[in-house]
Structures are given as structure tokens and as C-alpha cells.
């Protein structure tokens, strides 16, 4: 089963932070490239952050770079979202997703990823 789990999604104040949470089974985190994507209401599902197999390559969309960080445990099968500073304009579901296999750098577009998590919401009040 390759079904990736968040968690970590809450209610924050503006400038406040979260970590996010996704779990995946067996050995997803040390063959895939894996990523972060999020969908607010009324709008399309963006790309927000990305990590490529091995872990070297990071990439993140504009609107977050410089506050989000994005990280990886193999050991423990878990890759982290790291958000800070947040804004309310960060509200929406964030997914975590499974990529392609021994791909080391970011892949950006959501329809190269094969596995998707049921989203954890996140809401930021002004």
C-alpha cells in the first residue's frame, strides 16, 4: 500500500506556523520524489513544495518560498511541511503526494504524481 497519510492541518493565526505531517508505507520516501500540493476553495490544486529522491533537490512555489520548508525522514517514512509566517492566504487542504520512482529532481505537475493523501485542512485567521 503506497497511500500516503497527513496530518498536522489546524486552525493558526496569522504569522503563526504548522508542521505537516505525511506518512507513507515502505520504502516510498527513499524511491520517490514527493510533494506538497494544496487546494483552497473555488481554485485549482497548486503545487506548493516538492523533494526530489535522495533528498538533494527541494523546490518550492513563490508564494511560499522563504517560509515553508520541506523535509524528509526515511528512516521513519515521513516527509514534513514546515510551514511559518503563514497567511490567511495559505488556507486550503494540503496534500501530500508519491512521485515518480528514483526521480531525483522536483516535479511540479500534480499529473506526474501517482499517489495521493486524503488532505489535512489548514486555516489561517487574519
Known amino acids: 500500500q503506497v497511500q500516503p497519510v497527513e496530518s498536522g492541518g489546524g486552525l493558526v493565526q496569522t504569522g503563526g506556523s504548522l508542521r505537516l505531517s505525511c506518512a507513507a508505507s515502505?520504502?516510498?520516501?527513499?524511491?520517490?520524489?514527493m510533494g506538497w500540493f494544496r487546494q483552497a476553495p473555488g481554485k485549482e490544486r497548486e503545487f506548493v513544495a516538492g523533494?526530489?529522491?535522495?533528498?538533494?533537490?527541494?523546490d518550492y512555489a513563490e508564494s511560499v518560498k522563504g517560509r515553508f520548508t520541506i523535509s524528509g525522514d526515511n528512516a521513519n517514512n515521513t516527509i514534513y511541511l514546515q510551514m511559518n509566517s503563514l497567511k490567511p492566504e495559505d488556507t486550503a487542504v494540503y496534500y501530500c503526494?508519491?512521485?515518480?520512482?528514483?526521480?531525483?529532481?522536483?516535479?511540479?505537475?500534480?499529473?506526474?504524481?501517482?499517489?495521493w493523501g486524503q488532505g489535512t485542512q489548514v486555516t489561517v485567521s487574519s
Open positions: 523533494i526530489g529522491w535522495l533528498g538533494v533537490n527541494r
Open positions: 503526494a508519491a512521485g515518480p520512482r528514483y526521480f531525483s529532481n522536483v516535479v511540479r505537475a500534480d499529473y506526474s504524481y501517482h499517489y
Open positions: 515502505g520504502d516510498i520516501l527513499s524511491s520517490r520524489a
